[in-house]
């Protein structure tokens, strides 16, 4: 594998369950960020952990919820989501300061 | 405040037509770093090129080029010849120089192109 990954590619989930997006980069980094892209709303930054430290949190519901165990993993962890949580959720990750971010394919939620 | 605005919300072209997208950014800093994004229909965000403030030098690669003038404070990318292939969301960037260890983005609102053969 090469960049960054993420799976699932789609998720279809109900208001009351407990599922778990994963994001795996390849290229070495040692940052790494989740971003919710809705339809009609610009990219919108969720987290950011640099180092495997949590450096940023922009106001998201804590029915999100982010883990890094590792320089090259990072995982949300999603339960009692809200229809209007259905996006697409992008990750990417970086080297260093003002350098370009490498992003996944995203993973479609729909929460039903 | 930094902000990022792409005027274009959609544009729609014949092949081989030559198109521009436009980027007006604002920031207070001297030194910050702007970035363009290519989102094709699967939905991953492809980098497409890297500028800081101090580089006023337009930039070609192959049919792409970008026109950037801090004195308008715009960062303009043009697509010579277009090919459908070309049809994506287009995203302009920006970061201010920054001493932590990652990159604070600030994203316009993307410009979708649309190139019909």
């Known amino acids: 594998e090469t960049g960054v990954t993420q799976t699932p590619r789609h998720l279809v989930m109900g208001m009351t369950n407990k599922k778990s997006l994963k994001c795996e980069q390849h290229?070495?980094?040692?940052?790494m960020y989740w971003y919710k892209q809705s339809a009609k709303k610009p990219l919108e930054l969720m987290f950011v952990y640099s180092l495997e430290e949590r450096v940023e949190n922009n106001s998201v519901p804590s029915r999100f919820s982010p883990e890094c165990p590792n320089s090259s993993h990072l995982f949300l962890h999603l339960h009692t989501l809200q229809p209007e949580d259905s996006a697409l959720y992008l990750c990417?990750?970086?080297?260093?300061?003002?350098?370009?971010?490498?992003f996944g394919p995203g993973t479609r939620l729909t929460v039903l | 405040a930094q902000k990022v605005t792409q005027a274009q919300t959609e544009i729609s072209v014949v092949e081989k037509e030559d198109v521009t997208l436009d980027c007006v950014y604002e920031?207070?800093?001297?030194?910050?770093?702007l970035f363009w994004y290519k989102q094709p229909p699967s939905g991953e965000l492809v980098f497409l090129i890297r500028?800081?403030?101090?580089?006023?030098q337009n930039e070609i690669s192959g049919r792409y080029s970008w026109n950037f003038q801090k004195s308008t404070s715009s960062f303009n990318f043009t697509i010579t010849a277009s090919q459908v292939v070309d049809s994506a969301v287009y995203f302009c960037a920006l970061s201010e120089a920054f001493t932590g260890g990652y990159n604070k983005l600030i994203f316009g609102a993307g410009t979708r192109l649309a190139v019909h053969p």
């Open positions: 920031t207070r800093d001297t030194t910050y770093y």
């Open positions: 990417a990750s970086s080297q260093g300061p003002n350098n370009e971010q490498f």
């Open positions: 500028r800081n403030s101090f580089d006023e």
């Open positions: 290229l070495g980094h040692n940052a």
